[in-house]
């Protein structure tokens, strides 16, 4: 399984950045997708997860309303727009997937994780 991450850089607080994740080497839609992060000295959290078909979808509560995660299935590709940013939004952003592509569960840890891309939000 292999995840790869693009689309992170440097913005200013108040803007937008749209993260892109490939997959290759799964059965796609038997997985849910998310991503993670970890800005510096903190551990890695859960920012947002989506359910194989799309359906449903999940966020930290300090993303909500400005973050939206989609996906793709026929380019098996996961997407997060992130938009108002702000400083604290700084951190390494990763890619994962889960075998729970209904999101039954907590999406704490999942299965497979990506190399993850910088996002640097300066105020």
């Known amino acids: 399984v292999q995840l790869v991450e693009s689309g992170g850089g440097l913005v200013k607080a108040g803007g937008s950045l749209r993260l892109s994740c490939a997959s290759s080497?799964?059965?796609?839609?038997?997985?849910?997708a998310g991503w993670f992060r970890q800005a510096p000295g903190y551990e890695r959290e859960f920012v947002a997860a989506i359910s194989w078909d799309g359906s449903k979808s999940r966020y930290a509560d300090s993303v909500k309303d400005r973050f939206t995660i989609s996906r793709n299935n026929d380019e098996t590709a996961v997407y997060l727009q992130m938009n108002s940013l702000k400083p604290d939004d700084t951190g390494v952003y990763y890619c994962?997937?889960?075998?729970?592509?209904?999101?039954?569960?907590?999406?704490?840890?999942?299965?497979?994780w990506g190399q993850g891309t910088q996002v640097t939000v300066f105020s």
């Open positions: 994962v997937v889960d075998g729970d592509p209904y999101l039954d569960g907590a999406f704490a840890n999942p299965e497979y």
């Open positions: 080497g799964l059965s796609f839609t038997t997985y849910g």
